[in-house]
Structures are given as structure tokens and as C-alpha cells.
């Protein structure tokens, strides 16, 4: 029976759609008596189109992890841009999952190259930064935009669909053997279930990827090594940087 | 409710361990109401050793798979040189798992290189190829082996263990974060449970991981891409190679 | 003087083809003494056009070569899919050409970059599975199609070289200094030949090109390594799945 | 005449230390007129030890930039884990110089291969992520430490300048044709000074080359590409994240 | 007070352009007291639009080096094919400064990938050939050319510049965040000033570039490492291939 | 009927030794009616130990090709350093042998890295180089030296034969699958014979498998790309740098 944190890591969600994806994240859940609490941060960006608001959203994720990781068997850091990854496994000691980098795993075992669809231009070297650290570069046949703010995309879901399937089919030309949905606020909204039936190629949704490996990761009693994310001087780090 | 085709590509295992197989991988499942079935093929090496008992063994595990397809959700080929791979997902339109790729896809959330550990030498060079086929050999500090023939695993479980915690604290040395166990007769002794306790880094058991990876696709609905693995001609293969 | 075994992986084709393409292979011969011989395997694919066809021609390869080296200097696996090269070259003694890694070995001493045109879409992910493998994937600007089936071909000699021609002037644009012809019979029917006045760049045909290396590696008296291709355990094989 | 604003990412250091950096940081500079101005931010760690620590640091650093820019020319960041780079050059018209980035500049015109010496081994995986991201881990040969955390490097130089030589000794060893001080405290105590002369090849200080590197791009009148740092929503930013 | 040459490695120009380039060099400092002497080799090609000249360029470039480098303090070679540089450093104890080395170098701080502008497709493969021996390859997002021969641009600068503007837009499209000028005669025209208004990305100015890294490697007192540039047997050279 | 010449890129040889080395290039021939001519150029170094010697060679190199390449078929060029090769194939129409691209091409088909074995440490790092320049450089596994002047060799055969069989072994341990002589004067002093029964990996001889390259690339009527080596304006060439 795991317990899983979705943290979002924005101030912008309404109580009401923090509700709704909770249920949504459930939904996703795999093993019976497994659980997602969908939660936030007390400071971050209304939204992450950007890397000034994905950096800006650290400190909240990194504070929060601190706090509640006793309470849960798994984290999943809720922003395509796994904004603080590095950092959230030095300090955790139950699995940090990076939606990303989730997706890309997934990816890999169903295609040679994968294009990722987010939602605007102003992101997008962000995303290919995100790739090159994880050495991903030379798998990404792409990199491509729906042109539509978070915020704008629930109220413009049919318009949104379209885009996504008009740049999915561009990315396939690209090269793309699968796509990832670059963005939560898209997965959520279920974009590669409305968009599945108009492209020949798996889309991945990196909100059931990060359920599926929150779960996964606990029940094989595995976290991320210390070789790669050495445990810091806690104390140090509590007396200074984590301190509210 | 997933039924899972765990498919042994060779003839040496008892019908017995078989069983003592199917029940361990049974154990491995999360959902409740999924199942795995442990069978073998009718042709093939009684153990893989070199790449030619493991180009061997293809034959029996594509017509296996083209007879039972039908009645499976998805099917794990059991042997850790992922044998025939893109061939059975040529012809397959359910998921077919590879067990070291599933264990580098978790590898790669879990550190920054990961070290393979097998049985022998001579299967050493098959593995850097199998990595190099994947684009993975810069993300692979070390192939390692405890020295000992397939067959003879069970009954040196003792020595083996110690050769692997070992193998492992040098893999570290290599400037492995993760290991991942390369081959299925050593992932069914479990032997990231007996070792666990010796090592500081993550042991990734290709065996538990292959029916998660198994039980995720097939609640997300995805298979892999056409792209990579363009269907063939069916009917030419089922007059000619696929034919009993 | 040396004698080279031409093995033609599959069943397809007519003693009077195999003899046609014996005749050219000894014309392509350097050293006077030398000698081709074209024979097939007794199990296999009637031709090559998915990974599935590829690799259920390896074990007819094997179960030949294992038979017949004794009597043979070199043996050019005649597919240009290069099926079971590393299986093929445990077991053997004698060297093992490979046509598209010979072609290759050629190309990089002729161009910066090669592209390989060959039958049909249903192969091109297998080819650039093999180049991954080679560790050429960078080197190669693309895989081209001239769209006809492997039997065809001979049919529709004309059509396929007007395909050669403009796939050929596509790849240059893609960034190809060379052209390797990705089809032994395509290789066979002398494309480079036909196709060569109305190209700019060279052709290579991995046939021509893989009796040359079959005569430099006897005459070097060089085989394989056996760090890269281990001798394996031959009483075990030749007890199981090496037995007629 | 160009003035530069070396920024402090912490608030560990005393007024009396920050003089100490500044007149030093102004005896780097070559061209007269120009100036440098060390400050630090108001909100931010002790020292950088961590990625905790590396990514805590990026907020004070943003909201710094975003209010002093237009008094500057150019800003250094002084950290050798060149903290919230994208973010900063986002939100920046004027050239963030990026120290560790800065001084691989300069190792490329001098070797082929670079290691880092750095403080801890808490910190050494920073520094890998950090050169992969940069597209240079093939680049660097190692990454070393002197085993000092970075407040007591002062208290310790003579170990510290022993250890450097050691390090850097065994980093040649490692294929290193120069060296980079990886933390700009032990690059404003001028270890590329002391151990010049025990050291047989190239130390490059990011301190002084971050300065040279700032008073280059303003004169050149260059700074960063909107291509991979597009500009922002600016009011979105000043009415969230940027806000006090 | 350091004194800098520049060594043009051909005899094309005339005793008035040298004396321009030399006043253009020299407003390029920006160390007061810092000096550049443009100077010639007395055996060359007249301009530099292959591999044939570059090469041919190189023994009066070494000699001249080996005559000269007591006087002064660091030594640009004057073509942007970077000509004969591993061996002038490896006789030269002052830093050598190759242009476009110097470029990427200015480039890598300002964004992810460059396209490189030059004159001629006729020296566009030896201009990635230098990419690749700087392992620099994938950085590169495209060669372009102007399509104007070294002798003919000062006479026909407008349609030079246009060119510049059409190909660097074109470079954009390719996916390059900077842009970095492939001629030294270009980089005199100061065609990045000329365009610079015209383009939305930076333009790195090689000429420029390499006098700021003359001065910047003096003032640090670095030059290149001895194990990538291991000194040669000098009495041996100055006896034989550096005899006049 | 071929026609090769062996052209030494310097003036030590004796008439001797330069007839020795031609009735040893032709008794690696293997067609019959063909013939090596070896001739040396009438500028350039006495040997090649250094980048310096290296690029000195070039002039010479390219100058005798010009003169002569109408009497022959194709044009090896005699050391290991593969000097010049880009301009001698921009000038030439016949194909232009360099001894360790072609090794390279022989290495590739034998296993997976290979390393290079040559003379003196000074010139380890131009042959890292020249494998860059090749994209070879994660291939090899590593460049050892048998310590050893050029010049000396032929006196100390004994002594540099157990050395090429220690660093041989070292080699192997290092990765190596197969090794390249690096230099041509171990290659006629026939090397990989003396140490052959010593090793057990294959030693790839650079002058044998020269001889036979260019027999392969006569016979099949190939030379190099004009894509990779566009031809030069010889006119102006032939009027200033290859002008005597």
C-alpha cells in the first residue's frame, strides 16, 4: 500500500482542479489500496512557461519534500520540466519522479526516437536543456508547441487537440516514433486519449507515466542511488536554505 | 486484468521451475486480477551463453508468439540478450517486454550509469552490443560477470551471491550508480534480495521489473510504434518462416 | 589461393540465379586462383524484407557455416541486413564478411557521410538498428527505399534504377558524399553499374565489395577478434542447437 | 567603459571578505575604465555544497539581476556550479557570464581534455549534470576534489594548495591536459597561483576568467542568443515570482 | 603590456590592407598599452579556398613562428581555417590563437548551437572537417557560404552583406543561435556590423574574437598544455623541415 | 592492370630501403599485373615524430601527386599520420590511400575498438587527432608508444618487437580488440609477423592493408567523393602553390 505526493509546484491550481486531478491521478493507480495526494507548494509560479518560473519553483518543491517525505513512499514533482531534480533526490530518501524523464523510460522501450509537444515557443530551449542532461538529445526527433499559455488550455481544449495532432503528425515526420506530452496541465486534460484515435503513433502521458512509476519504484523498494544524488549535510541544509 | 506471457526461449528449464517461476513472477505483479503465465518454446538452447544460442533461440520465441499472441496482453521474452526484440514486435501487436531495456528504462530514473552483471565471459561482448543497439553504451560503466555457467547458478547460490556483491562494489568503482542483473535464472533467485544488504546502489532485477514495465503498458493502452517496427507482411511470413 | 563461400541466407532462389550470381562473384575477384562459391542454406526466409525474415535466416547460417568451414577460406553472409554476424562470427574460425559493414569500411574511406538505398520501408528500421549496432548511425545521412519488393526486382530492373537515381540524388541532398546499395540482389543485378553515369557520387555494391574484403582478410590472414567474439563452448552447441 | 556586477549567490560572506574579492576581481580586469562590483543576493545559502544548496541560490540570484541590470554591463554569477544560468540569461539583456562555462571556453583553446578540482564529493555529480548539459562531458577527463568544505578553505590553504597538486597530478594521469578550479572561493584565494609552479600544466581560475570573459562580450558588444534563452513574459514575471 | 601578431599564412595582401588591418586589430584591444603587428609568411597562397591552400599555408606559417615568437607575447593565426595550428603550438611556447577555435569559444557562452558563414562551397567540407578534430560536430547547425571568392569581397560588399543576411537567416532556420563569420577578410569588412541590424542573432566576428583571446590568455599568463601539444625535438626540426 | 604508388612524404630513405619497401608493397599485391612503384617526395622531414613533421610533409605530398598521378592509379600516401589527406584528395583523380584510415576500415570489420601502437609520445596526441577527425575516437581504445625514434627502429628490432608485445597486451586490457601499427617503418619492418604468435588479437599491418585498399578501390573503379573533397580551382592552384 503506497502513498504517493503529486506535488504541484505552482500556486496557480484551484482547490476544485487540485481535486480533479486528484481523482484523475487514482484513477491511474495500478495496485489496489495504493493512494495520490495531489498537493501544493506555499510559494511558486502561477504557471511554468519559462525557466525563470521553473527554477523559481524549486525552493517551494524542495521545502515541501522536506517536510512531508515521512508522510509518503513516493514524490512526483508535477511539472514536464522535472524543475529540481537533482536537488529533490539529495534531500529525499523516498523515490523523487520526474515526469520527463518518466515519459522518456517509457518511451524507450516503444520507439527509436520521441519528439516531445508542449505548449509554447518560450519554453522549448528549457526542454531541450532538460534532454541534453539526461543524454537524450540524439533520441528527440523534435521538440514542438501547441502555441497555448497554460492557463488558456483547458478553455481552449478542441483547438488545443487539433494543435496537437497537426504537430504530432509534423514530429513523425521529424522522425518521432512515439510523442510525450511536454506539459502536466495537457495531461491532465487526457490530450493523448483525445488525441490517440487521429495519430498512428503511441502518445505518452506523463501524468499515468509518473503514477505508474511512483508505483512501481516503491513496491520494488528501490530509490535513486547516492552515487548520483550523495545525501547532503542535512543539518546544514535545515539550518540555512530549508528553514521557513 | 492483464495476462502476461512470460516466455522461457529455450528447453532446459523442469517443468518445475517452470512453476517455481511463474509463481515468483506472479508475486511481482501490482494489480490485483493481473496474472502471468510461465511457458517455454518448443526449439531452442537449453541456456544462453554466447550470441549463438541467443540468435538460436529467436526462431522458437517468434512462432510462439505468433501462435499465442491472442491470448496474452503482452509477453516478456526471458533471457537478458532481449533475444529477437525487434522481430517479435514486428509481428506482435501486444507489447513484448526486453528485460534489460526495461531495467535500463528504470536505471535511467535511478542514477547517472548503470554496470550490468552476468554469468560469463563469453556472453560479455553480446551485452555491449545489445547496449550499443539501445544507444546506451556511454550510460554503461561496466559489464561484470560472477563466473558461472547458467546451469549451475541454483546450486552455487552461496558463491554467486559473494561474486556479486564483488563484481557490484567494483562496478561502483567503474562509476556505476545502478545495477542490473543480466540474466533471468539469476533474477529469479532473487538475488538483488540477497546481495541488497551488501551493496550501497540500487539492484535492478530485470525479471520483477519486466512485469511491471508488462503491467504499465498494458493499463496505458500503448504498445510500440509502427515507426520502428513497421508491421511485415504477415501473410508471406505465415507461408514461409512462420510456418510450422 | 583462396576459397570463398557466398552464403545465400534464404531458400528463394533458383539454382540457375545462384549460379548467374556465382559467375559475377568470381568476376569480381582480384587474385587470380581465387574462387567463389554460391550455396544456400536448407532453412530460411525466400527474401529479406523485415527483421522477422532476418533473423529466422540466422539459424540456417549458423547450422552452414558450422558445417562447412572446414572447407572454406572466408564466407560472405549474402544479405545486407548482415544477419547473425556475431553468432556467425563465435563459432567460425574463418573470417565472416558482412556486406553492409564491409560497405561501410569502404564508404569512410571515400566520403564524410553514406546513405543506404535499399527494397522497402519495411526494412529501414532494421538497417538503422544495424548501423546503430556499428556505431554509424552519425555517419549515415539516410536510408532510402527505391520501393520494390526483393523478387521484383529483376523484373523491374528499369524502374528501380530510375529510383536509384533520384532516392540517389535525394540522399546527396540529405548530405551523402557515398551511396551503398542496401539489397545483395539489387547488388546483383549491377545497380552501380546502371545507375553509376547518372550519379555523382560513388556507389558502392556491397557483393563487389564484400569478395574484395573476403580476398584481403584471407590473404592478411586475418580473422576476427576474439575479444570482441569469443570463442564459445562448441561441445555444448554442437550438443544442442547446432544439432541437425 | 564597462562596469560589472560579480554577484555574490549566498550570504555567507563578510563586508570585509566581499572588499577582498572585489579589489581583486579589479586587478583581473584589462581594460582601464572598467570596473567591478562584488555584491551578494539577500536571500540565498552559507555555501554551495549541494544541488540543494545550487538551486536555494536561484531566486536571490533572479531577483537581483532583474533589479540591477540596467546599472550594469554585464553580471557574473560567482558560483562554479553557474546557478540558474538559463533563468538569469532569460530575464538578462546584458551577458551573464556562466564561470565554470567561461573557463571550458578557455580550456578549449588550451587541451583537449579539462578536470574539474572542486571542494567536496557532495557536490561532484553537480558538476557532472552540469557538463552534460553544457554538451561537454567527453570533454572533461575528471572531476576531483580537495576534500575542504568551502568555509574552511581559508583556514587550510596550505593543505588545500597540497591537495590541488595532488589532485591535479592525478587528474593528468586521468588524461586531463588542464585543470579547472571548480569553486570561485578557492578561486579568489588564487590556488591557480600557489600551485602553478608544483603543476605542469594550464590552471585555469574562474574568477579571473569570468571577469576577462564579462569585459570581452561587452566590448564585443554581444550577449546571449534569444534563440536558446527566448525572452519572457516579463509582467507576468514581475506580478509573480519576480515580486518581492 | 602585451604585443600581439597577427600573421596573415599568405602573401596576397597588399602592404595598404596589411596597415588597415593592423589600425582595425589594434581598435580591437582592450588592454591600454596592448599592441597588434600584422605581418606576413614569405611563402603562401594568395587567398584560401581549399584544403590545398590551407595545408600549402602552413610551412611559412611555422617558420615565421619559430623566427619570430621571442618578440612577441602570443600569435593569431590570420585564416579562419584555423591552418596547421596542433604543430605551430607544438613549437610555439606563446599562446597561439586560432580564429574560429576562438569563435566557438565566444559561441558556446552565448547559446546552444552556431552556423558558420563562409565564403566558398568549395571550402565548406574542410570547414566541418575542422569541426569534427574540435569535436564540435554536433554544436554545429550549418556551414553556409556567400558564394563570393576572399579576393572579390571587399569589392563587392553589399552583395556580400546581403548574402550574409539571407544565408543567416536561413542558418536560424537550422536551428544556430549564433552566428560565426568563416573568413578572416569577411571579419575585416566588419560584415558583422554591417549585418548585425539586419539579424536577429549574435554575430561573432573572428577577427574580433581572437585579439580579445591574445590578450586575455597573455594577461592570465596560460598558454597551451604540453600534453596535448607535447614539445618537439626542436635541434632536430631547426635542422631539418624548419631550415630556411 | 593497376599501377600504385607508394609515395614517402620525406627525404630520409635510402635508394635502398626505398627498393626494399618497394619489393615488399609488391608482394602484398594480390593481382596479378599489378604494381607498387615507392618513390618519396624532394622536400619534407626525415621522419615523422611530431604534428610539425607532419604538416612539413604536406607541401611535398601534394606537389608529387599533382606532378605524377596521370601514371598512376592510385596514390598511397607513406605515413601514419595520414598527412595532408584532404588536399591530396581535393587535387587528385585517382584514389589517395592514407595508411590508418584504412586500417581503421580493416579494424572495424575484426571487433569492436581497436588500439593504435606507434613510436614516441610526441606524437601520441596528432594521432588522437587524426581519430577525431575521423569520429573514430570512441573506438579506440588507446594510443601506446613502443619508445622509439623512427630512425632507430630497424637497429633495435628485438627490443621494439617485446615492446610492441607488452603494450600489445596493455592494450588489450585497455579494451582493444584489435591493434593498428602506427607508423610505417614498424609496418615494413613487418611487425605484426614478429609479434603475431606472441598476441592474440590481430595486428593490423598499415602498409599491407594500403597496398590492398588501393587495389580494391582501383578495381572497383572508386575514388573519393567530390561531396567530402569538391575539386579545387586547380588553375589558380597551379599558378601559385603548386607552382615549383
Known amino acids: 500500500m503506497s502513498k504517493i505526493l503529486y506535488l504541484v509546484p505552482g500556486v496557480g491550481l484551484s482547490e476544485e482542479e487540485m481535486k480533479r486531478r486528484e481523482a484523475l491521478a487514482c484513477s491511474f493507480l495500478t495496485g489496489s489500496g495504493n493512494s495520490v495526494v495531489v498537493d501544493d507548494v506555499t510559494e511558486g509560479p502561477s504557471s511554468i512557461e519559462s525557466s525563470v518560473e521553473e527554477l ?17 513512499d513516493a514524490v512526483i514533482i508535477g511539472c514536464a520540466g522535472d524543475p529540481g531534480i537533482p536537488a529533490a533526490r539529495e534531500l529525499s530518501r523516498i523515490p523523487v519522479i520526474a515526469p520527463v524523464e518518466a515519459s522518456i523510460s517509457t518511451a524507450l522501450m516503444l520507439g527509436d526516437k520521441f519528439s516531445v509537444i508542449t505548449v509554447l515557443d518560450s519554453i522549448v530551449p528549457a526542454i531541450w536543456h532538460l534532454l541534453r542532461g539526461y543524454g537524450m538529445e540524439q533520441r528527440c526527433a523534435s521538440v514542438r508547441v501547441v502555441d497555448c ?11 488545443v487537440v487539433d494543435a496537437l495532432v497537426t504537430e504530432g503528425k509534423r514530429a513523425v ?7 510525450i506530452l511536454g506539459c502536466m496541465s495537457m495531461a491532465f486534460l487526457l490530450m493523448d486519449e483525445l488525441a490517440g484515435d487521429r495519430l498512428d503513433v503511441p ?10 512509476a511512483a508505483e512501481m519504484l516503491v513496491s ?17 541544509l535545515r539550518g540555512s536554505v530549508l528553514k521557513d
Open 56 to 72: 523559481m519553483s524549486v525552493p517551494g518543491i524542495l521545502k515541501k519534500i522536506d517536510q512531508v517525505q515521512d508522510g509518503f
Open 149 to 159: 499559455p497554460v492557463l488558456d488550455l483547458a478553455g481552449n481544449k478542441d483547438r
Open 173 to 179: 515526420e521529424d522522425g518521432a516514433a512515439t510523442l
Open 203 to 212: 502518445i505518452i502521458n506523463p501524468a499515468k507515466v509518473s503514477v505508474k
Open 220 to 236: 520494488l523498494g528501490l530509490s535513486h542511488s547516492r552515487v548520483t544524488f550523495p545525501r547532503p549535510n542535512m543539518e546544514k
